[in-house]
């Protein structure tokens, strides 16, 4: 069976288990008149983080410094945060699995030279949530 690699977490999974997933919500894009965002390949962990992790750091509210009060973003303002909220979503996930191949390393007793090599395992995703499709 085809098998591609997740973008974000390189977890390899069958093709059907991965999907295009649009970076800046196809609303948004539309309703901002600009063409449809670039998309990227996730698996469902990923997807589902990714989701809930627009949801915790996307505000479509800002406080205007100059009439200030807090005021509804623009549609552009609004396609920056999601690109800027994929980005660090991105760093986080590396970060992350870097940490946890660490671990795996030291439990291993793998070497320094080991790591200089910077092997990175595309290690399972330790999520807790069900995915469907
Ligand atoms: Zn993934």
Known sequence: MAKDTCQICKYKSELWALEQFPIIP?????????????????????????????LAKVSNVVYDTMIKRFREKSFLEMIKEYEYAYH??????????RLRLRDVEIMAGVTRDTYDKGVLLPLPRLSGSWCSF
């Open 26 to 54: 196809p609303e948004v894009t539309k309703s901002a008149g600009v063409k449809e965002s670039r998309t990227v390949l996730l698996c469902c962990s990923c997807r589902q983080e990714l989701e809930e992790w627009y």
């Open 88 to 97: 660090s979503f991105a760093e986080y996930i590396k970060g992350a699995q």
